[in-house]
Each structure stands twice: as structure tokens, then as C-alpha cells.
């Protein structure tokens, strides 16, 4: 497959979505810039975070703990919260996917697809920023990550030689001007992964619905 960009969309204009997360707020990082993405919509991740926080403790969890984990179905729950409270024009669909197919989600511009990684003991997935040829995951424990997919070029490499073909809207920096990129094995892999109750190739489409 040639190469491809959400929304026909360059790389910078991407890259400047990104915000840094502090904490295990992934999701929320992930849902605020696909807002921003789909309906210019401005919303703190930080404040969407402690107000999933806060309705879980009145018998609204939508993640697995305050301050803990978000698994994708709990993210597609967010976003019909979101749509519900903020009377916003959208909602988010949960299915199982392939890499293979995915690269077509690019070409919507209704929608924007949030991935979710999971990696066993000693298994994280090398992320690269840009051409940085350094693995910014390189973690020793299990663990997830979820991340907005942004790109597929097949040309794209690190400075190093590496082609890192999965580009990302990654919550591990304040804007700027590259995504974060994954080599085909480690994406297939840790996106592969199957969990109990997640399933392998988790993807949550969210879709403006005017």
C-alpha cells in the first residue's frame, strides 16, 4: 500500500495534536486529540481524567480504577459519555481489526481509529519519535499503551536504517512537528495480543456523526 496520512493530513499538522500525559492517561490524551481532529473541539485531557474519576466512585466506571487502566471498550463508553454531556455530533464503535485493513481507516474523514497495544513481560514494542533512532518503550514489565493511528508509509525510517512504517499521535510530548512510529513486527505483535475481555487488533473507531 502507498503511503498514507489521516485526513490527507501532513505529518506536522498531525505531530501538533499531540499532549503529554502524566499519569496513565493514554486514553483520555488519545480521545482529546481526536476531538480536536474531528470537530475542532478543545478539551483538557487532565480535566476529562479526573472527571472519569470522579462519576466512578457514583457508579459510572469507565475505567478499570481511578488513576488505573482504560481498556478499549471503557474508551468507546467515554466518547458516548462525551457525546451525551457536551451534546457532541459523535460516537465510537469497537470492533477487532487486522493491519492489513488498516491503513484504510486513514482515508475517512469521519472518523479517527485509537489503537490499543498490550505486551507481556519483557516484550514492550520499540516507539520511535520521528527519525530518533532511540526506543522510547523500553520497559522491562507487561503493560498497554493507547495511541491515535496517524500514518502507514512503508518508506519511513529512522536514522538509524530502522523502517518504521505505524506512525501514531503519541500523549509522550507537547505537540511538535513528528509523530511516533513502530516497526511492522512489534505493531503486529503487541496489537496482536490477546487479552481476556480485549481480544487481539482492538480498535476504537470515533466517528462524527453531522
Known sequence: MSNAYLHAKSEPDLACLQSEQ??????????????????????????????????????????????????????????????????????????????????????????????????????????YHGALPINLNDRKGAGGHTMLFAAHDPTHTTGAGITTPWGFINSWCDGGARLYWMKDEDFRRSWGFFLPLVGPNPLVLIRKTL
Open 22 to 127: 502524566f499519569g496513565n492517561a493514554c486514553s483520555f490524551h488519545a480521545i482529546s486529540a481526536a476531538l480536536r481532529l474531528l470537530l475542532d473541539y478543545e478539551l483538557d485531557p487532565l480535566a476529562l481524567e479526573a472527571e472519569i474519576d470522579h462519576i466512578w466512585w457514583r457508579g459510572r466506571p469507565m475505567r478499570v480504577f481511578p488513576g488505573w487502566a482504560v481498556t478499549p471498550r471503557m474508551q468507546k463508553r467515554i466518547v458516548n459519555y462525551l457525546a451525551e454531556t457536551r451534546a457532541l455530533p459523535i460516537t465510537a464503535e469497537f470492533i477487532h481489526s487486522d493491519p492489513d485493513t488498516l491503513p484504510l481507516q486513514l482515508t475517512d474523514l469521519s472518523a479517527v481509529p485509537l489503537v490499543t497495544l498490550l505486551w507481556g513481560f519483557g516484550k514492550a514494542p520499540a516507539i
